[in-house]
């Protein structure tokens, strides 16, 4: 095998091809070409205007890096794994293009400095995207919320019918969660919005650069303070994966209950052929499998983020070559949030509710059982521990009796508690437990709409 001619002169030979192919990352790490291209069209405008070098190679540079982009994007350039990397490769190939111009492009800069500024690019176009999509899916819940704030559904603590709620208010509760996550993805990209670019190996570079140009020429809010950090931290990417991981938990306990709901044992919701697929042997089933695949993928951008946070738990200052494990981590944990944000978004624009069968649900284990201990306190003056005692005692006897609250004689629940009345009736149907929510953020559909509105104008 012949000299490597990226690591100088040292090296008589090149490395054994167990060494190449654990050191090679050209595989994965192409991805970042345009940040690549972008990082060093900027430090060779910036080179030039500090003098370090001509104006004239300058642009041999720019016009080089253009057209390896224009190659890239069309599918023609080549690859080479005996260049270990993209930043080699790219290097490598504006050389050919423009001779010693290409050359003089890695002045006062070091890979190190340079991946650490391609990845956080990347990085932050990955909050971006997360962000976007996740609103996407914010506006496909406000539009079910919206289309379905009266339809009643049963709520549910420890999966056993609890008190009744609005499938609105349901769907509304995740658009909530998803602020957050978008929040997250956002405040990382504010963090990791500074420019590692020109902190060189690890300790700065003698050169006389323009690092405040570099970064505003990259879209960053400053140069990074400290050189070793600047070359050595990739908090930016544990950000990013923790947002992403906090996100797919959160799309993971939709795609969950949407697997539930779509069972027969529920019959809540139904999708069309779109978002679902048949059984090889059983010609009656529709299987939930995006929803399944949503779910799934948690594992795997869970697994990145103790990955690269284990990778990064024991490294001393500054680079080590255990940092070529943070990008295939990411990338995976990217492409997996992506694809289930993209697919949950679809999901839920093309579900359908059945509203019967979620009312039907909603009429099992006697969810009322609250506001009549509630109607007891108020009119009856009973403080609220001994109400929930008799409510309990007549929801027993209405078990006993197999009726629900409202179809129990007003006669039965007088055995227990004499002083309760006929207007008792007005607190215990579906409709007005519903209703009777109020509070802020509560179920109530008045309530429901008004929160319909709100992230209607947030979500803009």
């Avoid at 349901?170 to 990791?192: G, I, P, T």
């Avoid at 060189?200 to 960053?220: C, H, M, V, W």
């Avoid at 997996?336 to 944000?341: E, G, T, V």
Wanted: with cysteine; proline share 4%.
């Amino acid at each position: 095998m012949t000299a490597n001619r990226m690591w100088g002169g040292r090296f008589e030979r090149g490395p054994a091809g167990i060494m190449e192919e654990i050191n090679v990352s050209v595989d994965f790490d192409k991805r970042l070409a345009d940040h690549d291209i972008a990082g060093s069209k900027a430090h060779a405008l910036m080179l030039a205007a500090q003098g370090i070098i001509g104006q004239v190679d300058a642009d041999a540079i720019v016009q080089g890096l253009d057209r390896i982009a224009a190659d890239i994007a069309a599918g023609r350039f080549e690859f080479k794994r005996e260049l270990e990397d993209i930043h080699f490769n790219i290097e490598s190939r504006l050389t050919e293009l423009v001779g010693p111009a290409g050359a003089r492009l890695h002045t006062a800069r070091s890979r190190n400095d340079q991946v650490a500024t391609d990845f956080r690019l990347w990085v932050r176009d990955a909050c971006t995207r997360a962000s976007a999509g996740l609103l996407v899916l914010q506006r496909a819940l406000v539009k079910q919320a919206d289309a379905h704030a009266d339809t009643i559904m049963p709520g549910f603590t420890h999966l056993q019918p609890a008190q009744p709620v609005t499938f609105g208010h349901h769907c509304l509760a995740y658009v909530e969660m998803f602020a957050r996550d978008r929040s997250r993805f956002d405040d990382a990209s504010v963090r990791m919005n500074e420019s590692p670019l020109g902190a060189a190996a690890l300790a700065g570079t003698s050169y006389p650069i323009d690092r405040e140009a570099t970064a505003k020429a990259l879209g960053f809010a400053r140069p990074m303070r400290n050189s070793l950090d600047a070359v050595a931290s990739r908090d930016f990417a544990l950000d990013y994966l923790a947002a992403a991981t906090i996100a797919a938990t959160h799309l993971s306990r939709l795609a969950e209950e949407i697997v539930l709901w779509m069972s027969p044992s529920f019959g809540f919701i139904a999708f069309s052929d779109a978002f679902t697929t048949g059984s090889s042997i059983m010609p009656q089933k529709r299987n939930p499998d995006a929803a399944e695949l949503v779910r799934g993928k948690t594992g795997r951008i869970l697994g990145s983020f103790v990955a690269l946070v284990t990778v990064m738990k024991g490294l001393a200052l500054a680079y080590a070559k255990d940092l070529q494990e943070d990008k295939e981590a990411v990338f995976s944990a990217a492409d997996a949030l992506d694809l289930s944000i993209a697919a949950m978004a679809g999901m839920v624009e093309d579900l359908k509710p059945n509203a019967a069968a979620m009312r039907r649900a909603a009429e099992a284990g006697y969810p009322t059982a609250t506001d009549l201990a509630d109607w007891i306190v108020r009119q009856l003056g009973k403080p609220f521990r001994e109400a929930h005692h008799i409510a309990g005692a007549i929801v027993k006897r209405a078990e006993e009796l197999g009726l629900s609250l409202d179809k129990l004689p007003l006669a039965e629940m007088q055995k227990i508690e004499p002083a309760i009345a006929a207007k008792v009736y007005d607190v215990l149907t579906l409709d007005a437990s519903v209703k009777a929510r109020k509070s802020f953020g509560g179920t109530a559909p008045e309530r429901v709409r008004e929160q319909v509105q709100f992230w209607r104008e947030k979500l803009k």
